[in-house]
T-cell receptor
Framework: AQKVTQAQTEISVVEKEDVTLDCVYE???????LFWYKQPPSGELVFLIR??????QNEISGRYSWNFQKSTSSFNFTITASQVVDSAVYFC????????????FGTGTRLTIIP | DVKVTQSSRYLVKRTGEKVFLECVQD?????MFWYRQDPGLGLRLIYF???????EKGDIPEGYSVSREKKERFSLILESASTNQTSMYLC????????????FGPGTRLTVT
């Protein structure tokens, strides 16, 4: 079973600032996947990224980047030059790579971008 | 585009009523999921189905049942609704295996009075 901690319940930043959302997970598995999802005010969760535990390279997609540190069991998400449309709840979720396992979602971080 | 639809965005029911929440996906996905979302608790898995007529309990199945008679449709049933089942209910689907990304519907906000 997986466990995930998103210690930041709410974050507010002024538009154009950079912001990092923390995710710390616990797992006994040697291989696993890590996900980030975004839930905008409309309510529908949107998939952002899936990362295999074998791949520790950082990922960048436009203003979004992810820093995976297996040694500290963290998979942090950074938004550069934040925009109002980034306001949402963000969820981190690990899942084992074995069997028919299901995602374990964190409690989420509510990000508010102040114009 | 993957589309997951849920029958209602908002629903108000009385205590003791039988409630059906319907979810339909159009991507021929094998897996379908029902979650509930409550403030401070994140998403919690209620039930999961990996094939037609197959189901598995999630973390909080008590008070709920599910039905999957067709691949594209997954129903969540509250046999006798109670006030502590007031919540946001989210349906999702994914291809096999279950480690693939899930696609979510817009959610149903259920209020039980």
């Amino acid at each position: 079973a997986q466990k995930v901690t998103q210690a930041q319940t709410e974050i507010s930043v002024v538009e154009k600032e950079d912001v990092t959302l923390d995710c710390v997970y616990e797992t006994r598995d040697t291989t696993y996947y890590l996900f980030w999802y975004k839930q905008p005010p409309s309510g529908e969760l949107v998939f952002l990224i899936r990362r295999n535990s074998f791949d520790e390279q950082n990922e960048i997609s436009g203003r979004y980047s992810w820093n995976f540190q297996k040694s500290t069991s963290s998979f942090n998400f950074t938004i550069t030059a934040s925009q109002v449309v980034d306001s949402a709840v963000y969820f981190c979720a690990p899942v084992s790579n074995f069997g028919n396992e299901k995602l374990t979602f964190g409690t989420g971080t509510r990000l508010t971008i102040i114009p | 585009d993957v589309k997951v639809t849920q029958s209602s965005r908002y629903l108000v029911k009385r205590t003791g009523e039988k409630v059906f929440l319907e979810c339909v996906q159009d991507m021929d996905h094998e897996n379908m999921f029902w979650y509930r979302q409550d403030p401070g608790l994140g998403l919690r898995l209620i039930y999961f189905s990996y094939d037609v007529k197959m189901k598995e309990k999630g973390d909080i199945p008590e008070g709920y049942s599910v039905s999957r008679e067709k691949k594209e449709r997954f129903s969540l049933i509250l046999e006798s609704a109670s006030t502590n089942q007031t919540s946001m209910y989210l349906c999702a689907s994914s291809s096999q295996p279950s480690q693939h990304e899930q696609y979510f519907g817009p959610g149903t906000r259920l209020t039980v009075t």
